[in-house]
């Protein structure tokens, strides 16, 4: 067969444009390939719809935000199973924002949803649908990017815990970039400092520093450029008005999102409370200590006495219990009363209970509370006065009477006087001149107030008296009595 002129040209060129068009349509499967490859490997969740909504293409980020396979050409709008809106609504898939963009044919931003997964799981979420168009501008389908939320919610809801805490706190926090200007300041930090917040913030850390511990915030700052914590140590702070308050201090770096330190969180603790704590217990432990020691000088003195006139061991024993026992009466009403002292009245009723018979006693005088000293001896000398009634007076059963009586006289200088008379209606016999009791009464008991005390006999009974300056005593109410 002879060809025309020109014809093999002719077939030539007419299979280059059919080359051509082969090629280009294996280019664009292969751009087509590319650009999945391409959305398929990003970490955030993509799918795209046609026209009419229905599901053409989607990653594998957007099936694991969505916790199921989406079906290909049967799926319309949306990957997800079911949608609520931000307050918990349910939301239609024919309602979600990527719908709306493919029916209003523009672009939804800045609207909020929760994606629910088959097994219940919730996902906040917000969503980019962009309408996609081709060469002439109509619209062909349209792409969505999910931004999974719930590690920005998890974040925004322990800052805003934390935050709720710091300003709870009533320890004050602040912190402070690396030149020691204040940055924040909680409600803690203005009732501590007393200044405002806005009297605080962008101001020096050094205002509340008292000018002899200014070191301190070299040695703070170069601490925290190194990244070290300053453990809890006590100082001092100043406040506004002036006034220093002692702090237990604790200071950590405070670093930026790429981990470099850009200033220091303070934690500052009033320990007031606690110094004047520390103050009153180691004034007590004094205190008890010197007690301690009165006490065991009062008891060695006894047993020194008693131990001089004992006639057996046996009297020794009970004779030094007993007084211990009055001793321990008398520091029972200390005690009760926080070591302030205790009134007369309740002095000589602890003192008079072992032998069973107040009734047969009386007893005026205003409300005096006498000193912790003063009642410790005093009680022994109530003892000793009763122990020698219950041997040989009224509290031994014999016919008579106990007065006692006390009060504070102003003729020239203040005086506490007390009276203890005993009488009966036969002879009694009298506290032996030389025993323990005698030392008791006339020396010293009064001299532990400060005063003098003498006994007086006579055949029916007798009279003990003390005097001391009433400054050793307080007067509660000169005018109520007891009887």
Known sequence: MQLEPGSLASKDDSCRPALANGELERALLRKDNLFHQVLEALPVAIYTTDR??????????????????????????????????????PLPHEDCPMAVALKENRPIRNQEAIAQRPDGTLIPFLPFPTPLRDETGELIGAVN??????????????????????????????????????????HGAERLFRYPASEAIGKPI?????????????????????????ESYETVRRRKDGSLVPVSLTISPVRDGAGRIVGASKIARDISAAKESEYRIRALMREVNHRVKNQYAVILSMIRETNKRSRNPDAFERDVRERIMALSASHD????????????????????????????????????????????????????LATNSAKYGVLAGVSGQIVVAWGIETAETKLFRLTWSET????????????????????????????????????????????????????????????
């Open 52 to 89: 009419s909504g229905k599901i053409t293409f989607y990653n594998r980020a957007a099936a694991e935000l969505a916790g199921r396979e989406p079906q290909i050409g049967v799926d319309e709008w949306c990957v997800t199973f079911r949608l609520f809106t931000p307050d918990g609504n």
């Open 145 to 186: 990017l999910l931004v999974d939320l719930s590690e920005r919610r998890q974040a925004e809801e322990v800052r805003q815990h934390l935050s709720a805490i710091v300003e709870s706190s009533f320890d004050a926090i602040v912190s402070k970039d690396l030149n020691g200007v204040i940055k924040s300041w909680n």
């Open 206 to 230: 050094t205002m509340l520093i008292p000018a002899d511990r200014q070191d301190e915030e070299v040695y703070i700052l170069d601490r925290i450029r190194n990244g070290e914590r300053v």
């Open 333 to 384: 009403l200390l005690v009760s009363d926080d070591w302030r002292g205790a009134n007369v009245f309740e002095l000589l009723l602890a003192q008079l209970k072992p032998f069973g018979s107040e009734e047969r006693i009386s007893m005026s005088g205003p409300s005096v509370v006498l000193g912790p000293n003063a009642v410790q001896h005093l009680g022994i000398a109530f003892h000793e």
């Open 424 to 483: 009966v209606h036969s002879k009694i016999e009298k506290v032996a001149h030389s025993g323990f009791g005698t030392v008791v009464l006339t020396r010293v008991a009064p001299q532990a107030m400060g005063g003098t005390g003498w006994i007086q006999h006579h055949p029916n009974g007798l009279v003990w008296t003390l005097e001391a300056p009433a400054d050793l005593v307080e007067t509660l109410s000169a005018n109520s009595s007891v009887a």
